[in-house]
């Protein structure tokens, strides 16, 4: 009897470290069938920058970088109202300055979640070097010991001369240790300032969280280089490295085998220093178009979406960089030839300065993308003018749109911003549903949100 055999397949698959490393192109036996990668935060698809640009006019004090990254084969999908997560590296030169106060050459063998690898790849790319933590600073407590070691001073002689003709004035000895020159004063115990601090910020959490808010690890090795670190010491209780996740500013259908991202880049001085946003700063400037790999992510939403009856109205609101996703949700509409109408709310400081994608929005309200388009700049004029303040002129016209059957989206800041919007929800609802406010505060939150999850937020 003849053996039969299935034909085996042979796939070419690249694999990523997830340390940023070459590719390495390794042929797989597969019996028959082919093998797929899935790419993940813990496995992230390594690819290029293809497009990397400033939005803002010149006059703008903001820097807000629209950001495209090519895909290639790498079979990532992704929907409108994804985010794409992007997995950064430390800055060289914030490495190379702790490897310097340290005394360290960086090619010191350390452990890591990740496995043993040298100091300065720990430093790069497997812990967040940008922020001090708070349980790197407890540990060295708990490595030292809590109480700061005092430091004895005892007077045992002082001697006076005259700046005229130096004569003697006064000429005393300790006679024994309680002995102390006449007019002394004791101005109170003396001790190491690093272990004082160190048992300050332990002892007191608002002390503790000023100190960590606008300090890196420069910083901190500033206060306590003195307790003296091991490498693996150097690591214990850093924060691992984390990728940070960005609204996807692109439908998958725009311009295929790229994901886009509007990105704000945060720039700061502490300390005297300049200093970038870990990610951001990443992106901007160390990362060359068309060259630095980068690793990167899909990371999907199951509930951030479009309508799935194209008919259906949507009210967005967007200012800032809250506009990514809206930009990928009229990419998406108008390729569906969605009929439903969209009501776009933008804002940001000034029109001049921060009208991010001016033109493409011009473009669809000629073509009857956008129906309607309210623009709030808080720093033109003599009023500040927001979103919600736009929201509440136009409060009769929001409420027919939703008693409708339109779907409201809000994206951006969500510590005032989607907190101001969705007041400012409930007071259209209240004062044009006729509802009480307690009726329209559950309408809001039980119904639009909950029951018929129209109201959806992607806030951060």
Wanted: proline share 3%; glycine share 8%.
């Amino acid at each position: 009897m003849t053996p039969s055999f299935v034909a085996a397949k042979v796939t070419t698959i690249r694999i990523y470290s997830y340390i940023q490393v070459k590719s390495e192109i390794t042929e797989i036996l597969v019996s028959g069938k082919s093998a797929k990668s899935e790419w993940s935060a813990k496995n992230p698809y390594f690819t290029d920058i293809t497009e990397n640009y400033v939005l803002n006019g010149k006059s703008s004090k903001k820097e807000t970088r629209h950001i495209v990254f090519n895909l290639g084969d790498s079979g990532l999908e992704y929907k409108a109202g994804d985010a794409l997560g992007v997995v950064p590296r430390c800055p060289p030169e914030l490495v190379e300055k702790i490897l310097q106060i340290c005394r360290f050459t960086g090619e010191e063998e350390v452990e890591t979640n990740l496995g043993i690898c040298s100091l300065r790849e720990a430093l790069t790319d497997r812990y967040e070097i940008h922020r001090v933590s708070k349980k790197w600073l407890k540990g060295i407590a708990e490595r030292t010991g809590d109480t700061p070691a005092k430091i004895e001073v005892r007077i045992v002689s002082r001697k006076r001369f005259s700046s005229l003709d130096g004569a003697m004035i006064v000429n005393w000895e300790a006679r024994n240790e309680q002995d102390v020159p006449e007019g002394y004063v004791e101005m109170g115990e003396l001790g190491d300032n690093s272990a004082i601090l160190l048992q300050e910020l332990t002892s007191n959490n608002d002390a503790m969280e000023d100190y960590i808010w606008s300090r890196d690890y420069v910083d901190a090795l500033g206060d306590f280089i003195g307790f003296g670190f091991t490498p693996q010491q150097l690591l214990e209780g850093m924060d691992r490295l984390k990728p940070r996740l960005y609204s996807i500013a692109s439908s998958p259908d725009f311009e295929k085998g790229t994901v886009h991202l509007t990105v704000a880049i945060v720039r700061y001085n502490h300390h005297e220093r300049d200093r970038t946003g870990l990610c951001t700063g990443y992106m901007a400037d160390r990362c060359e178009s068309e060259k630095t790999q980068v690793g990167v992510y899909m990371s999907p939403t199951r509930s951030f979406v479009l309508p799935e009856d194209g008919s259906k109205d949507a009210i967005m609101v967007g200012p800032g960089t809250g506009i990514a996703p809206f930009r990928a949700f009229l990419q998406q509409r108008e390729i569906n030839k969605d009929s439903g109408r969209n009501w776009l709310f933008f804002g940001d400081w000034t029109e001049e300065g921060e009208y991010l994608y001016r033109d493409e929005m011009d473009e669809w309200k000629e073509r009857g993308v956008i129906s309607k388009h309210d623009l709030a700049w808080s720093r033109q004029g003599d009023e500040k003018v927001y979103v919600q303040h736009l929201m509440k002129k136009n409060g009769e016209e929001i409420w027919n749109w939703i008693e409708g059957g339109a779907y409201f989206y809000v994206c951006g800041d969500k510590q005032y911003m989607a907190k101001d919007v969705h007041s400012t929800l409930i007071n259209i609802c209240s004062e044009y549903g006729g509802m009480s406010p307690e009726e329209a505060k559950d309408f809001v939150e039980s119904g639009l949100m909950k029951s018929e999850k129209r109201y959806l937020r992607d806030v951060y």
